[in-house]
């Protein structure tokens, strides 16, 4: 059974760090396409970041030069690591695989930034 498994959420303070996870049991992780999305309170669910399988990467204006994804094929996870956070970012954070005619949800983690 495919599952995808977001961790690494948490309450940090403004400025501060975190790094997420998404780590995936799925056959063939390499060649899927893996993004990140994050919804608020109220608010439409929306895309932050991706990367191909190629390591090719986006992000929305909002997270470019704080947010950085990357992926280990080894271990079949994505990361997401996210630096001078503001409180703008909460939500909750959750990561998608798409390929071979596939796409896989994870549960979603909860990212909560005070000021």
């Known amino acids: 059974q495919v599952q995808l498994v977001e961790s690494g959420g948490g309450l940090v303070q403004s400025g501060g760090s975190l790094r997420l996870s998404c780590a995936a049991s799925?056959?063939?992780?390499?060649?899927?396409?893996i993004y990140w999305y994050r919804q608020a309170q109220g608010k439409q669910r929306e895309l932050v970041a991706s990367i191909s399988s190629g390591g090719s990467t986006t992000y929305v204006d909002a997270v470019k030069d704080r947010f950085t994804i990357s992926r280990d094929n080894a271990k079949n996870t994505v990361y997401l690591q996210m630096n001078s956070l503001k409180p703008e970012d909460t939500a909750v954070y959750y990561c998608?695989?798409?390929?071979?005619?596939?796409?896989?949800w994870g549960q979603g983690t909860q990212v909560t930034v005070s000021s």
């Open positions: 998608k695989a798409i390929g071979l005619g596939y796409n896989y």
């Open positions: 799925i056959r063939f992780f390499s060649i899927y396409s």
